[in-house]
């Protein structure tokens, strides 16, 4: 699984401060209205093939059994393409779906014409991180997009970590800053953010053989951690969520199984 959060404040602290344990009022409210299944639907969502949205897909969203749809390479022709499938979603959603995509820059990048070009280890500053973040935004709802999938919040280890060429440059403290830049630069814009944590692969190596990662990996792994704990001391708001599974895929390291992220 990858773990998401979104973060408001620099760190600065790390008081570790206990979350709401009860849901707000009128999220209690909202949900009573729903069928179990439209519960379940708001929690997932969909992908498909293709630069046209199946009928399924569409009808999903009209009977509220998806909360959106998450984008990749094969789903991109071009930016009046992207617009028009948008457009096409958001009509049978009813003007509320979540319209996501992965685009940290970089080696993952799914919308080819949108910022940033640049992979995080290359965008320098908190300062210029957020103003990246902010033109990335820009783009992205440009195109009906208003999720994105990053910025990548874990720390590598050493430069054989598997993450390093997805991770932003510098310590926890230092990247935690830059998340938080970046998300400010999001949230700016109107797309929303998410913090992404990998379990494991701050300290996982790209030779590592297949094995569960996340059980002896460095509680500092994640600077998202050191982030939701000072937006916390800050009064600034942190929410936590999970983004959909991870998925990873087999590949071999001199004919013997291995694994790397997704």
Not at 201 to 208: E, F, H, I
Request: proline share 7%; charged share 20%.
């Amino acid at each position: 699984l990858t773990l998401g959060a979104a973060v408001d404040a620099p760190a600065r602290d790390t008081t570790v401060s206990q979350a709401p344990t009860r849901p707000a009022a009128w999220a209690v409210e909202a949900a009573g209205r729903l069928s179990v299944r439209e519960q379940i639907g708001q929690l997932v969502l969909g992908a498909f093939e293709g630069v046209r949205a199946p009928s399924s897909v569409n009808s999903a969203l009209r009977r509220d059994r998806l909360s959106g749809v998450i984008l990749f390479g094969p789903n991109v022709a071009s930016s009046a393409q992207v617009r028009r499938l948008t457009r096409s979603l958001q009509d049978a959603g009813s003007g509320s779906a979540l319209i996501s995509v992965d685009q940290e820059g970089g080696i993952v990048r799914r919308i080819p014409f949108a910022a940033p070009r640049e992979g995080q280890p290359a965008q320098g500053s908190a300062t210029r991180v957020r103003r990246i973040a902010g033109h990335s935004a820009r783009d992205l709802s440009s195109l009906g997009i208003n999720v994105n999938f990053a910025p990548v919040a874990d720390v590598p280890s050493g430069p054989g970590s598997d993450i390093l060429p997805r991770a932003y440059a510098g310590g926890p403290t230092a990247i935690a800053g830059k998340v938080a830049a970046a998300i400010r630069g999001y949230r700016a814009e109107g797309v929303a953010a998410t913090a992404k944590h990998f379990p494991g692969l701050g300290a996982a190596l790209r030779t590592q053989m297949m094995r569960p990662w996340g059980s002896d990996a460095p509680r500092r792994s994640c600077a998202a951690t050191t982030c939701c704990r000072s937006a916390r001391q800050s009064r600034h708001e942190c929410r936590s969520s999970w983004s959909p599974t991870r998925a990873t895929r087999p590949w071999t390291l001199n004919g013997l199984p291995a694994n790397r992220g997704a």
